[in-house]
C-alpha cells in the first residue's frame, strides 16, 4: 500500500479487483488516489465476472475517469494462480510509456507472489491444525519403547488420565502393569512378553483404571523393531476406546437382548438352549421347556394400544423373573411368548410347579393409570430327553402350548404322546372339515327357546351339526375352534345361514309359523371383509324378512376388536336383522359397556345357570343382571335350564325365555316340525 511511488508514473489512479474464494464472479475493488497517496474509497461493487472488469459503474463515473482518460487492465498471475486484476487510470499516454507499463506488470506480479504466500501460508496453518486434530482424534496418545535403557516414553493427552500433569510422562513398565485392570493384566503382560520375537503389529485392547478411579478401555497399537535379530525399540500409538466398547455393548445387548422387557431374545435363548443340551446330554440329565403364550393379547394390544400392550408384557418378565433359579433361563421368545429352560430337573412335578406359580402371577390383574387387565396365559412344557429329542423339543412345547390353548386357555399342558396324537388327528379334523359342506357331512339342529310360563315357542337356535365319514359325529365345540382358525368358519357359517333361511321359509311355507332364527355367529366370519355384502346378498336371493333372524354375538367377539365390531354391529342392524348377545356371564363384559350395542337379546350363559343354586351371592347378581337388563330393553334368555328347580328360579327371576335340555335339546329339523304339526295344524296347501 505504499503507493507514492506511482508519482513518479503518469497513472493517478488504480482499481483491484480479487477473486474472492476461488469463485470469478465475486470481485473485491479498491481505489487509490495517487496524488492524495490515499486509498481513496473501498467499495464492493458486487459479484461481476472478470471479463466484465472493471466494472461500468466506474468506467461511466466521470469522477473515477475522466474524458482524457485510459484504463490499463494487468491480470495478477502467478505460477498457474490467477488472483485477479489491477486497472491502472492515468493520461492517453501511460499506453506508449515503456516504465508505467513495467512497473505496472512488475507490481502485479509482486502482489501476485505475495499473495500466494500468503494463502499458501494460511492453507499450511490449516494442514497443521488439521494433522492436530487428526492426530487427537487416532491417537490419544503414542508410546515409544527403547531396549537399551527399557524406557517407555508416553505423549499425549491421554498420560494426563495417569495422573501426570503434562501430555508426557516416562512410565515404566512395572507401572502400566499397575494401572491395567487386574481382569486384563496377565492378557497384557503375556501379549508383551519380550522373550518372543513380536514380528506383527501388536493391537490390544485392555482396561485400565484412570487417575480418577474411572474404568477406561484402551487400545495400545504397536510396532516392535529389531536390528540384527534383536529388539531395538518399539512404537505405537494407545486410544481411549470406552466409548466403542460401550457402544458395542449396546449392539451386543440390541442383538442378544429383548429391549422392552431386557430379557434375552429368541436369538440367545437358542444359543443358551443349544448349550444346555450339550451340557444334558453329556451328564445324562433333563431339561424342561416351558413356553407360555399370553392369551388374547393380541386383543389387548388391537383394543387398548400397544402402550398397553408394553406396559403388560413388561409387568409379565417383571413378574415372572423372581420365580426362577439362577440357573434357569428366561427369555422372551415372540411378541407375546415367553420361555424358560430349565436344566437338570429331576422330576417333571418340577417343572409343572414353575409353571402353575408363572400361570398364578400373570393372573394377577395387571393395573396401569386407567384400568387393570386380566391377562392369562396357555402353557406347554416338553421334557428332554422323556419326551422330546434334543432337536424337537421347541415344536414339542410349541404343541402342548397350543394344546392348551385349544382346551380353553389358561392352563398347562405337559407334551405327551397323547397330545401329539391329538395334533395329529387335528390335522386329519381339519382335512376332513375342509370337505364337510361338499360331501354333505354338515346339518342343522334347532334348540327352541320358549316363552316363560307359556308352551309357546319363540324362536329357535340353529345349532351346526357335523357327521364326518371319518370320526362320526364331531362336537361343535371341538370343530367350531378348528374352523376358526383355518379360517373354514367363512363358508361353513354362509352353509349355516343359508341353510337357517331355507328351514325358515319351509316352516313358513308348511306350517305357516314366522318363527324366530337365532343363528351363531363367529369373530373370524363376522370379521370377513365381504361379510356383510355377502349377506346382503343372501337376504336378497332368499327372499326373507331379516327381521326373523336374530344374530348371536359372543362378548368375546366384541373384545377382540370393540370399535370394529360396533361398526359391523351397525351395518347388521342396517340390514333389519336382530342381534343376541351369547354366553353372558363368562366373559369380561359389563352390562354397562353394553349400553351402546344395539343388541336386542341377552343369553345368559349356562354356567351361570348351573351355579345359582349354590350360591345365593348369584341370584342376587342374576336378579340385577335381569332388571338392569330390562332397563336398557334388553330381553333375557336363560341358557342350559336342565332342572325344574333351575327354571322355577329363572322364572321367578324375572327372565323372559328358555332354553335347555329341561324344554328340549337341539333337535334335527324334522322333530321341531311335530311339534308344529301339534300346535298348528297344517294348512291345506294354497294353489
Ligand atoms: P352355544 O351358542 O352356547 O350353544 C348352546 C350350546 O349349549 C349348544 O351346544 C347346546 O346343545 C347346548 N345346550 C343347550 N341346552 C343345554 C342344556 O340344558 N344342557 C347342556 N349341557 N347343554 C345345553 P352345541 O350344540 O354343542 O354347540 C356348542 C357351541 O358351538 C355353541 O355354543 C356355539 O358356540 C357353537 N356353535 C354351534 N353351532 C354353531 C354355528 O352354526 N356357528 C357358530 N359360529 N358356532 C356354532
Ligand atoms: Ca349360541
Ligand atoms: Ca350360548
Known sequence: MQLNWLNQTPIRKGLLGLKDNGTFKTNMFETFDVVQEKQTKQTFYGNIHSQAFPPKELLFNHSFMGDE??????PIVQEDHYFGMFGFVGTDDIMTQLMPLHTTYQLATYFAAGYLRANITERMNNYSQQLEMISDIIYDGIWEYTNTNKEIVCRGGIVQHFGERTNYANIDFERIVNIIHPKDREFFIASLALDRRITKQINLEV????????LMWIQIVGQFIYVD???TKAVGSVKDITNRKKADAKINELAFYDTLTGLANRISFEEQLAKEIEIAKDNDQSIALILCDLDRFKVINDSYGHKVGDHILKTVAARVKPLLAENQFFARFGSDEFVVIMPHINDNQEAYQLASDIVQVINQPIYDEHRHYQISTSVGISIYPENSKATDILVSADIAMHSAKAEGRNRIHIFNDQIKHHNASQI????QLRHAVEYDELSLHFQPIYYVDSEEIYGVEALLRWNSKEFGKVSPRDFIPLAEETGLIVSIGEWVIYEAIRVMKKWQRKYDVPIKMFINLSSRQVNHPNFSRELKRIFDITDIDPRRISF????SMMIDNFEQGKLILAELIDMGVKLSLDDFGTGYSSLSSLRHLPFQILKIDKSFIDDLSAV???VAILKA??????SLNLSVVAEGIERQEQYDLVASLGVDFIQGYYTNPPLPEDKIEKFFKRKHPQKPSSP
Open 229 to 231: 535379530g534383536k529388539l
Open 207 to 214: 482396561r485400565v483404571i484412570t487417575n480418577n478411579n474411572q
Open 69 to 74: 482518460n485510459t484504463i490499463l487492465v494487468i
Open 616 to 618: 345365593d351371592a348369584n
Open 552 to 555: 348371536e354375538i359372543t362378548e
Open 625 to 630: 343382571i335381569i332388571e338392569m337388563a330390562h
Open 428 to 431: 386329519k379334523l381339519e382335512e
